[in-house]
């Protein structure tokens, strides 16, 4: 009896000192940097008017509401939409965080119009002031759509997206924009 509870201290004395090795050896923890200090600006609720431009349309104009909070420790923005589209209900939901490898904003979105996920890379001018954005996923018929997307944030309270897609000519033209204004 003393020599398997002997081993079993010796089993475990191993078993600790291998775990704080192995707690050495791995990369320090994520930290929030500059590039996440952009995300953060967005944080709050926001009132959204959104002009859709269907081709050959008049624009259709709608109102939406926009609540961002930071999550995983100040590396990401979380984003859920409610509005209405063309007097549908609308609910999206978004997140987006900073790729330190690829030294990109990256994201996904998804919504009560979409038939999967849109995944998203984009940079950040900082002369400009615009994060230009590539999204990629299925349309509502399945298809897989390229649009690109221009965020600007005028003031603390104020910033635009502005949504193009490829017309069939190859043209980019402006789909969508919406306006946002901070809630006080």
């Avoid at 600006?41 to 926001?46: A, R």
């Avoid at 624009?59 to 990401?76: A, H, P, R």
Wanted: with cysteine; charged share 20%; net charge negative.
């Amino acid at each position: 009896m003393k020599c398997v509870s002997a081993l079993l201290s010796s089993l475990s004395c191993c078993l600790l000192l291998s775990s704080v090795a192995v707690a050495q050896d791995m990369p320090p923890m994520p930290k929030p940097g500059p590039e996440h200090e952009l995300l953060k600006m967005e944080e709050g609720t926001w009132d959204a008017v959104i002009e859709m431009s269907p081709p050959g349309a008049p624009v259709m104009t709608s109102k939406g509401t926009e609540i961002v909070t930071i999550g995983c420790g100040g590396l990401c923005l979380i984003s859920k939409f409610d509005g209405d589209m063309g007097g549908m209900p609308f609910q999206g939901h978004g997140m987006t965080t900073y790729d330190a490898n690829k030294k990109k904003y990256v994201g996904s979105w998804t919504d009560s119009m979409s038939v999967g996920m849109l995944t998203s890379e984009g940079t950040y001018d900082a002369a400009t002031k615009v994060m230009t954005t590539w999204m990629e996923g299925a349309d509502m018929t399945g298809a897989v759509q390229k649009m690109k997307a221009t965020s600007t944030q005028a003031d603390a309270d104020h910033r635009t997206m502005m949504m193009f897609m490829k017309a069939p000519d190859g043209t980019e033209v402006q789909s969508m924009k919406i306006s946002y204004t901070r809630r006080k």
